[in-house]
T-cell receptor, first 110, second 117 residues
Framework: EDQVTQSPEALRLQEGESSSLNCSYT??????LFWYRQDPGKGPEFLFT???AGEEKEKERLKATLTKKESFLHITAPKPEDSATYLC???????????FGKGNQVVVIP | GAGVSQSPRYKVAKRGQDVALRCDPI?????LFWYQQALGQGPEFLTY????????KSGLPSDRFFAERPEGSVSTLKIQRTQQEDSAVYLC???????????????FGPGTRLTVL
C-alpha cells in the first residue's frame, strides 16, 4: 500500500525565514510525486510533479526536490501569502489514484 | 469554465437522507477521480473513471456510495442513507492522461462540504 508521511504537521515562520517541508513515501514503483497547495475552504491547487530521483522544480519562492525515499519543499524568504497547507501525494505504477499525506500547515507571520 | 466545478458547494442532510454531488471536469479530460477529505486530513481516494468506465471503486467505504459518469463527462457521486460519519468534503479531480506517461497531474475542484445531522 502506498504511504506518505509529512513533517512537520504545522510550522510558523517569520516573513523572510526560509524553511523546508518533508514528505517521506513508500510506493511500489513511483510513477510520480505531486505537491499541492490547499487554502481553507478550497480544493488542492497543483504545484509540481516530480518523476525521478534527483529531479528539482521551482516556482517563485518554492522549490521541490526528490530522492528515492523523500521529497522536500523548500520555501525561500516566505511571505504571508504563502500561508497554506501543503499536500504531498504519490502515484504508483499499476493504479491511477493519488495517496496523500496529512499535509504541512504553514503560517507565515508578517 | 476553465477549471473543475462542483455543486452544491455545501450540503446539509439529515441522517438517513440520500444526497447527490455533481462534478463537471475540465473539458476534454479523460480521467475523473473522487476523493473524500476529513477535517485536518489529506484527501482519501474513493473511485476513478476513464471516460464512462469506472475502473477502480476500491476506495468507496460502503455499498451506500455509488458513482457514475454515463457520458464520459459529468459525474455524480451518490450517497444513500447518509450517516454522521459521511460528513466530510468531497473533492472531484480530473486529468488529461489515460494512464501512464507524463501530464498525469490531477486538477481539483473546490469540493462539496457535506454535513450530516
Amino acid at each position: 500500500e502506498d504511504q506518505v508521511t509529512q513533517s512537520p504537521e504545522a510550522l510558523r515562520l517569520q516573513e523572510g525565514e526560509s524553511s523546508s517541508l518533508n514528505c517521506s513515501y513508500t510506493v511500489s514503483g513511483l510513477r510520480g510525486l505531486f505537491w499541492y497547495r490547499q487554502d481553507p475552504g478550497k480544493g488542492p491547487e497543483f504545484l509540481f510533479t516530480l518523476y525521478s530521483a534527483g529531479e528539482e522544480k521551482e516556482k517563485e519562492r518554492l522549490k521541490a526536490t526528490l530522492t528515492k525515499k523523500e521529497s522536500f519543499l523548500h520555501i525561500t524568504a516566505p511571505k504571508p501569502e504563502d500561508s497554506a497547507t501543503y499536500l504531498c501525494a504519490v502515484q504508483g505504477y499499476g493504479n491511477n489514484r493519488l495517496a496523500f499525506g496529512k499535509g504541512n500547515q504553514v503560517v507565515v507571520i508578517p | 469554465g476553465a477549471g473543475v466545478s462542483q455543486s452544491p458547494r455545501y450540503k446539509v442532510a439529515k441522517r438517513g437522507q440520500d444526497v447527490a454531488l455533481r462534478c463537471d471536469p475540465i473539458s476534454g479530460h479523460v480521467s475523473l477521480f473522487w476523493y473524500q477529505q476529513a477535517l485536518g486530513q489529506g484527501p482519501e481516494f474513493l473511485t476513478y473513471f476513464q471516460n464512462e468506465a469506472q475502473l477502480d471503486k476500491s476506495g468507496l467505504p460502503s455499498d451506500r456510495f455509488f458513482a457514475e459518469r454515463p457520458e464520459g463527462s459529468v459525474s455524480t457521486l451518490k450517497i444513500q442513507r447518509t450517516q454522521q460519519e459521511d460528513s466530510a468534503v468531497y473533492l472531484c479531480a480530473s486529468s488529461h492522461a489515460q494512464g501512464g506517461g507524463l501530464n498525469n497531474e490531477q486538477f481539483f475542484g473546490p469540493g462539496t462540504r457535506l454535513t450530516v445531522l
